[in-house]
């Protein structure tokens, strides 16, 4: 090939323009810029002050979520209420999406786009190949220091979930393990309940 077709391919093959809602500000993005970038993707967290973009879903995320939904409204006290893929805004440059909240029910407003730490009961992350890191560590991190008093954290293992429960110890501003689930959830807290994770297989 000769040196001007080759330059002309490379030319051709040149990176995208950047576009404008990617192109973080000096100090970084803020928790509100999430509602007010244009054309930002569904699903787009705030962490540490960038934009994380989040990957398509595999099916087993997607089950996993709709039976845990399921199952979380059905046992949910009156005071309760279940948000899925929600943000909450831990501060100005900390806005995470969990896959689903329980949250107080006197904090809903059907406007809302995100809910403030104080009002969420558990976050819950069904773990994704794209996201180990932010589920397993820096997410679960920021929901501690946030005040959030339980998480789940849900991993397939051999197509099955396994939910690994935690609970705050406000001394520490951390999580302690308080359970490893395989076939069955049995948890009292936030609030009681029961669920058959093998179900997943049948749905």
């Not at 999430?34 to 989040?54: N, Q, R, Y």
């Not at 397993?136 to 946030?146: D, E, I, V």
């Not at 005040?147 to 951390?174: C, F, K, Q, S």
Request: hydrophobic share 35%.
């Amino acid at each position: 090939m000769s040196s001007e077709k080759h330059e002309r391919k490379e030319q051709s093959m040149g990176a995208q323009p950047v576009p404008d809602w990617m192109v973080p500000p000096v100090d970084g993005f803020r928790s509100q810029d999430l509602d007010t970038l244009p054309d930002l993707p569904p699903h787009t967290e705030l962490i540490d002050g960038s934009l994380v973009l989040v990957s398509p879903q595999k099916g087993f995320h997607s089950i996993v979520l709709d039976h845990l939904v399921q199952a979380l409204r059905t046992a949910a006290p009156d005071h309760y209420r279940v948000r899925r893929e929600m943000t909450v805004t831990l501060g100005p440059r900390q806005r995470p999406e969990p896959n689903l909240m329980v949250v107080r029910a006197c904090s809903i407003d059907n406007e809302q786009t995100t809910f403030a730490p104080q009002d969420v009961a558990l976050a819950v992350e069904v773990v994704s190949p794209e996201s180990t890191e932010r589920d397993r560590n820096r997410k679960p991190s920021l929901y501690a220091g946030a005040g959030i008093a339980y998480m789940w954290r849900v991993e397939n293992i051999d197509g099955l979930p396994v939910v690994y429960t935690y609970e705050l110890d406000p001394a520490g501003h951390a999580y302690g393990l308080t359970g490893i689930h395989h076939d069955r959830l049995r948890t009292v807290r936030p609030y009681p309940l029961q669920v058959d994770l093998t179900e997943v297989t049948r749905l």
